[in-house]
């Protein structure tokens, strides 16, 4: 603002903009865990694209188009892309993996942890691969990984991928021995299973207790120096509490963002979705 008293002005905006850097330095000094605010401001979305290659494989003619689709998510804000190659490849496909991996700046392969999906993976080289538990009859995926059960075959996995230079994300459930073994097999993240919080009404003593379990994991899976991040059900109205862990780094979500496309548009769905986290 430059008028007659223009000096002024600029001595008026000179001690605000003072103002808001000590406040900010202040508040960081001596409110809040300085880490705690870096990895809130970098908490990062991860688009899953699944479920606009479902509606595509109901015609099996192209259409919506997938790279259409992935182009405006991250041009809309997302940070990572995620498709999910299913064994019976019931929505992504194999000429999709290639398609997106040719422009998709970060890009997160789920899959099981098997032969074929391990050498696609290897040629593929996405930016990281999320190991998740498949089985044919399931809707979506149910519950984490079983690392007790499984700790060689998914070590075994998680090696071979990491000496690629890929990054290893294991989606488990929030307790404490699973975390424990993600850590002990060695893998770079851990993805906590947000699906039972989900369920859970808004609000209710359910979700709290589901909360807590997922608050849990998440310190414990920081003290043992792992990336923790969530996926699962999130949704618009039930993001903010997962999104307040300010621990968590990476939410991935898919199927609320696709269904509130049919409302909005994708662009705002992903653009909204931001705007909570
Ligand atoms: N994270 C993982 C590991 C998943 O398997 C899924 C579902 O494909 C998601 C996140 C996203 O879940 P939703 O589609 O319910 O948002």
New binding site residues.
């Given amino acids: 603002m430059l008028s007659h008293n223009g000096g002024i002005s600029l001595v008026f905006w000179g001690k605000q903009a003072y103002h808001i850097i000590l406040y900010g330095l202040t508040t960081i000094l001596f409110t809040e865990n300085p880490k705690a605010i870096i990895m809130r401001l970098m908490k990062k979305l991860?688009v899953?694209v699944?479920?606009i290659a479902t509606l595509r494989e109901q015609r099996k003619e192209g259409n919506p188009s997938l790279v259409d689709a992935t182009k405006l998510a991250i041009d809309s804000g997302a940070d990572i892309i995620?498709i999910?190659l299913r064994e019976d490849r019931r929505h992504i496909q194999d000429a999709d993996l290639w398609d997106l991996i040719k422009f998709v700046p970060v890009l997160n392969l789920?899959m099981a942890a098997t032969e074929e999906m391990i050498g696609i993976a290897i040629d593929a080289k996405p930016t990281m691969v999320?190991l998740?538990p498949e089985k044919r009859e399931e809707l979506?995926?149910e519950g984490g990984l079983d690392l007790i059960s499984h700790r060689e075959l998914i070590g075994d996995a998680t090696k071979r991928l990491q000496a690629e230079g890929i990054q290893v994300s294991l989606?488990i459930d929030a307790e404490d021995e699973v975390v424990d073994a993600a850590k002990a097999i060695g893998a770079d993240i851990i993805?906590l299973?947000t699906?039972s919080y989900?369920r859970a009404r808004v609000g209710s003593p359910e979700q709290d207790t589901e909360l807590a379990r997922i608050q849990t994991a998440t310190q414990r899976g920081v003290v043992a120096g792992l990336q923790v991040n969530a996926?699962?059900?999130?949704?618009q109205d039930n993001v903010g509490r997962i999104a307040g862990i300010s621990e968590v780094s990476d939410l991935?979500?898919?199927?609320?963002?696709?269904a509130d496309a049919l409302f909005v548009g994708l662009g705002d769905a992903i653009r909204q979705m931001k705007a909570l986290i």
């Fill in positions: 991860g899953n699944d479920h995620t999910h789920e999320c998740v979506t995926t989606f993805e299973h699906g989900a996926g699962h059900g999130l949704r991935h979500i898919g199927h609320s963002l696709v």
